[in-house]
C-alpha cells in the first residue's frame, strides 16, 4: 500500500484543504461567499479562505472554512465577486519608473501640442542650464515621430531629453545636441544610433548607446528618499491593477534600497524579487550574496544582462530586416558573446540565476548558445535560466530553450498595445512572436509582464492581448499563438512564481501560500475576451491585509 499523500489525504477530507490548525492558529480573517478561482490543480474553486499572519490557513465551500471562525475572526462577505491569485508582473521597473514619476514630465499623449506644451510649463520652472526630461512618450501613438524641432519650439533655453516608454531610445532638442557635441557628420556609436532624415540632418532621435551619450551629461539628483517614495509609490499604482509581486528587471544597489526603506517604513504595497544590474554584480557578490537572498518582500533575484535592443523602439536584433526601415536595418547587438558569457558564467559559478533581455531571434540564439555552454561546463540542478522578453522565435530556438528548460518573461500586453509597430515585423513574423502557445506547447513555463513603463502594468490588459492577440484598431497579429484564459492567467501567477523559486510561496489559493489575491467586479470567464480589459479590480490583498480598495 502507498503511504497516504498530503495530497490524496485532503482529497479523502473532502473539497476542504486545510493546514493542520494548533490550538493558536486561528484564522484572524476568513472571507467567503466568494467565486474563488485558485490555480491549485488539487482544488481549482473554492467560496472561502481563513487567514492567519499573511498566509492561507485553509481553502474551501463557505461550510468547511466559516466553521473555523471564533470570536475574533472578522468575517468579510465577498458578495460572490470573483477572486484570482495576485498577479505577479515577471518583469518591470517600479523603483526606475517611480524615480520618473517623480522628476520628470509625463508624455503619455497621443497629441504632439500637448507633448511640448507639458514640456514647456516645465521648463518655465526649471532653473537655467538645467534639463527638461519627459517620459511615457510613445511615437507609434502620435501621429508622426516628434523631433528636435518640435522639441527647440518647446523649450529653447533648456536642453531636452524625452524618453520613449520603451527606455531604450529618446528624443533630444538641438540644445542636447550641441552639449553632447553630436552632429550631422557625428558617426553612430557601437551599439548605438544617431538617427538621419533622407537629407542627413539628424532628427533628434537617438538609440541606446546613441542616448546614452546624452545620459552620461544628465546629473543624477536622486536621494535615498527619492528610491524609497518611488518604491512606495510605484507599488500603489501595481496593486491598484491587481499585481501583488514585481519581479524588478534592472536593480541598482538604490533600487534595492528604495524597496527594503519602503518596506520598513510600511510602505511597500507588493513583494520585489530584483535582478541585479550586471554592473552592479560585483557589489552584490563581495557582499556574498547571490539569487534567493532575502525574504518574502524584497528578494535578490538574477543577474541582468543585455543581448540586444527593443520591440516597440525597433532596435531588436533580428535575421531579417524590418520591413520600411531603409538600409537592411536589423537592429543593435549590445552586450558581446564574450561578455555576456563570461559575467554569465561567473555569476552562475557563484550562485545566481541568469536573466538576459534577448528579443530577436539572433540575440536568443546568442543567449541560448551562452547558456547552453555555461550548464555544459557548470551543470548546477535547477538554473531556471531565464530570457527576459524572448519575443521572436523559430521552433529551433523554442527546441533548445525545452531542452535547458529556460523561462521566457515574454511581453504580455504588445499584441494589443503596441499593434502600431508590429508592422515593422509583419504578419508572417508576428506568428512567432510572443509566441505564448508555441511555449505552452513545448512544456516551457512563460510568465506574464509588462516591462512597466514599457506597456501598462495592467493584468486585464495582458489576458485580453493573449486570448484575442488583437490591437487596439482591430487587427489581429500572430491568431495562432492565442492561449486560453486558464492558460493565461497561470502564467501570470503561478509562472512568475516559478520564474523567482517562489512557487511554494505564492501564485495560487491553497494553504500555506501567502494570502495574496485580487477581487474582480466582473467574472473573467463571463466576460467577452474583448472586453476583459473593462474588468475593474476591486480589491487587492497582499499578506492577508487589503493594500488597495477602491
Ligand atoms: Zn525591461
Same mark, same amino acid.
Given at each position: 500500500?502507498?503511504?497516504?499523500?498530503?495530497?490524496?489525504?485532503?482529497?479523502?477530507?473532502?473539497?476542504?484543504?486545510?493546514?493542520?490548525?494548533?490550538?493558536?492558529?486561528?484564522?484572524?480573517?476568513?472571507?467567503?461567499?466568494?467565486?474563488?478561482?485558485?490555480?491549485?490543480?488539487?482544488?481549482?474553486?473554492?467560496?472561502?479562505?481563513?487567514? &492567519? %499572519? /499573511?498566509?492561507?490557513?485553509? $481553502?474551501? #465551500?463557505? =461550510?468547511?472554512? *466559516?466553521?473555523?471562525?471564533?470570536?475574533? !475572526?472578522?468575517?468579510?462577505?465577498?458578495?460572490?465577486?470573483?477572486?484570482?491569485?495576485?498577479?505577479?508582473?515577471?518583469?518591470?521597473?517600479?523603483?526606475?519608473?517611480?524615480?520618473?514619476?517623480?522628476?520628470?514630465?509625463?508624455?503619455?499623449?497621443?497629441?504632439?501640442?500637448?507633448?511640448?506644451?507639458?514640456?514647456?510649463?516645465?521648463?518655465?520652472?526649471?532653473?537655467?542650464?538645467?534639463?527638461?526630461?519627459?517620459?511615457?512618450?510613445?511615437?507609434?501613438?502620435?501621429?508622426?515621430?516628434?523631433?528636435?524641432?518640435?522639441?527647440?519650439?518647446?523649450?529653447p533655453?533648456?536642453?531636452?531629453?524625452?524618453?520613449? &516608454? %520603451? /527606455?531604450?531610445?529618446?528624443? $533630444?532638442? #538641438?540644445? =542636447?545636441?550641441? *552639449?553632447?557635441?553630436?552632429?550631422?557628420? !557625428?558617426?553612430?556609436p557601437?551599439?548605438?544610433?544617431?538617427?538621419h532624415?533622407?537629407?542627413?540632418?539628424?532628427?533628434?532621435?537617438?538609440?541606446?548607446?546613441?542616448?546614452?551619450?546624452?545620459?552620461?551629461?544628465?546629473?543624477?539628483?536622486?536621494?535615498?528618499?527619492?528610491?524609497?517614495?518611488?518604491?512606495?509609490?510605484?507599488?500603489k499604482?501595481?496593486?491598484?491593477?491587481?499585481?501583488?509581486?514585481?519581479?524588478?528587471?534592472?536593480?541598482?544597489?538604490?533600487?534595492?534600497?528604495?524597496?527594503?526603506?519602503?518596506?520598513?517604513?510600511?510602505?511597500?504595497?507588493?513583494?520585489?524579487?530584483?535582478?541585479?544590474?550586471? %554592473?552592479?554584480?560585483?557589489?552584490?557578490?563581495?557582499?556574498?550574496?547571490?539569487?534567493?537572498?532575502?525574504?518574502?518582500?524584497v528578494?535578490?533575484?538574477?543577474?541582468?544582462?543585455?543581448?540586444?535592443?527593443?520591440?516597440?523602439?525597433?532596435?531588436?536584433?533580428?535575421?531579417?530586416?524590418?520591413?520600411?526601415?531603409?538600409?537592411?536595418?536589423?537592429?543593435?547587438?549590445?552586450?558581446?558573446?564574450?561578455?555576456?558569457?563570461?559575467?554569465?558564467?561567473?555569476?552562475?559559478?557563484?550562485?545566481?540565476?541568469?536573466?538576459?533581455?534577448?528579443?530577436?531571434?539572433?540575440?536568443?540564439?546568442?543567449?541560448?548558445?551562452?547558456?547552453?555552454?555555461?550548464?555544459?561546463?557548470?551543470?548546477?540542478?535547477?538554473?531556471?535560466?531565464?530570457?527576459?522578453?524572448c519575443?521572436?522565435l523559430?521552433?529551433?530556438?523554442?527546441?533548445?530553450?525545452?531542452?535547458?528548460?529556460?523561462?521566457?518573461?515574454?511581453?504580455?500586453?504588445?499584441?494589443?498595445?503596441?499593434?502600431?509597430?508590429?508592422?515593422?515585423?509583419?504578419?508572417?513574423?508576428?506568428?512567432?512572436?510572443?509566441?505564448?502557445?508555441?511555449?505552452?506547447?513545448?512544456?516551457l513555463?512563460?510568465?506574464?509582464?509588462?516591462?512597466?513603463?514599457?506597456?501598462?502594468?495592467?493584468?486585464?490588459?495582458?489576458?485580453?492581448?493573449?486570448?484575442?492577440?488583437?490591437?487596439?484598431?482591430?487587427n489581429?497579429?500572430?491568431?495562432n499563438?492565442?492561449?486560453?484564459?486558464?492558460?493565461?492567467?497561470?502564467?501570470?501567477?503561478?509562472?512568475?512564481?516559478?520564474?523567482?523559486?517562489?512557487?511554494?510561496?505564492?501564485?495560487?489559493?491553497?494553504?500555506g501560500?501567502?494570502?495574496?489575491?485580487?477581487?474582480?467586479?466582473?467574472?473573467?470567464?463571463?466576460?467577452?475576451?474583448?472586453?476583459?480589459?473593462?474588468?475593474?479590480?476591486?480589491?487587492?490583498?497582499?499578506?492577508?491585509?487589503?493594500?488597495?480598495?477602491?
Open positions: 500500500m502507498r503511504p497516504l499523500s498530503r495530497r490524496n489525504f485532503m482529497q479523502s477530507m473532502g473539497s476542504l484543504l486545510v493546514l493542520p490548525l494548533l490550538r493558536t492558529e486561528e484564522p484572524e480573517t476568513i472571507l467567503y461567499n466568494g467565486n474563488i478561482w485558485t490555480t491549485d490543480e488539487a482544488q481549482p474553486r473554492a467560496q472561502a479562505v481563513a487567514i &492567519r %499572519g /499573511g498566509r492561507l490557513l485553509a $481553502v474551501g #465551500s463557505n =461550510a468547511d472554512v *466559516l466553521p473555523l471562525a471564533t470570536a475574533r !475572526t472578522r468575517k468579510i462577505d465577498l458578495a460572490s465577486k470573483s477572486v484570482l491569485p495576485g498577479f505577479n508582473d515577471a518583469h518591470a521597473h517600479p523603483v526606475d519608473s517611480g524615480v520618473e514619476h517623480l522628476r520628470k514630465v509625463a508624455c503619455d499623449t497621443d497629441s504632439i501640442d500637448k507633448i511640448k506644451a507639458a514640456l514647456h510649463e516645465r521648463a518655465l520652472k526649471t532653473p537655467p542650464g538645467e534639463w527638461v526630461l519627459g517620459f511615457l512618450y510613445d511615437d507609434g501613438k502620435t501621429p508622426r515621430p516628434i523631433n528636435w524641432h518640435d522639441l527647440d519650439a518647446a523649450v533655453d533648456h536642453p531636452v531629453l524625452l524618453q520613449h &516608454r %520603451g /527606455g531604450h531610445t529618446a528624443f $533630444v532638442n #538641438s540644445m =542636447a545636441l550641441q *552639449l553632447a557635441q553630436v552632429n550631422d557628420q !557625428t558617426p553612430d557601437t551599439g548605438g544610433r544617431f538617427e532624415d533622407a537629407a542627413g540632418h539628424l532628427t533628434g532621435f537617438v538609440g541606446d548607446a546613441g542616448m546614452q551619450v546624452f545620459l552620461k551629461l544628465i546629473p543624477n539628483k536622486n536621494t535615498r528618499e527619492d528610491y524609497r517614495q518611488a518604491a512606495a509609490l510605484i507599488s499604482l501595481f496593486t491598484s491593477k491587481g499585481i501583488t509581486s514585481a519581479c524588478d528587471a534592472d536593480a541598482s544597489p538604490e533600487d534595492v534600497q528604495g524597496y527594503q526603506d519602503a518596506r520598513d517604513a510600511g510602505e511597500l504595497a507588493m513583494r520585489a524579487y530584483c535582478h541585479v544590474s550586471a %554592473g552592479s554584480l560585483d557589489h552584490f557578490m563581495a557582499a556574498g550574496i547571490h539569487t534567493g537572498f532575502g525574504d518574502e518582500w528578494r535578490i533575484g538574477g543577474v541582468k544582462m543585455y543581448a540586444d535592443g527593443s520591440i516597440s523602439e525597433r532596435t531588436a536584433w533580428l535575421s531579417q530586416s524590418y520591413i520600411g526601415i531603409p538600409n537592411n536595418y536589423v537592429g543593435l547587438q549590445l552586450f558581446s558573446r564574450e561578455q555576456l558569457y563570461e559575467t554569465g558564467r561567473k555569476a552562475h559559478a557563484a550562485g545566481w540565476q541568469l536573466a538576459t533581455h534577448a528579443n530577436g531571434d539572433l540575440a536568443i540564439d546568442r543567449i541560448l548558445g551562452v547558456y547552453e555552454q555555461i550548464h555544459k561546463e557548470l551543470p548546477r540542478k535547477d538554473p531556471r535560466f531565464r530570457i527576459e522578453h519575443t521572436l523559430t521552433d529551433a530556438l523554442i527546441y533548445r530553450m525545452r531542452a535547458l528548460q529556460v523561462i521566457p518573461a515574454p511581453f504580455s500586453c504588445y499584441v494589443y498595445f503596441h499593434g502600431d509597430v508590429m508592422r515593422y515585423y509583419g504578419e508572417a513574423r508576428t506568428q512567432h512572436m510572443f509566441p505564448m502557445r508555441s511555449f505552452l506547447d513545448a512544456g513555463r512563460p510568465t506574464d509582464s509588462s516591462d512597466y513603463t514599457a506597456s501598462p502594468a495592467d493584468p486585464m490588459m495582458w489576458l485580453q492581448s493573449q486570448l484575442t492577440r488583437t490591437d487596439m484598431k482591430g489581429v497579429w500572430g491568431a499563438q492565442r492561449i486560453t484564459l486558464q492558460e493565461a492567467i497561470r502564467c501570470g501567477t503561478v509562472n512568475g512564481a516559478y520564474a523567482a523559486f517562489e512557487e511554494d510561496l505564492k501564485g495560487s489559493i491553497q494553504p501560500r501567502l494570502a495574496d489575491l485580487v477581487v474582480l467586479a466582473q467574472d473573467p470567464f463571463k466576460a467577452e475576451p474583448s472586453e476583459l480589459l473593462k474588468i475593474q479590480v476591486e480589491r487587492t490583498m497582499v499578506g492577508g491585509i487589503w493594500k488597495y480598495e477602491s
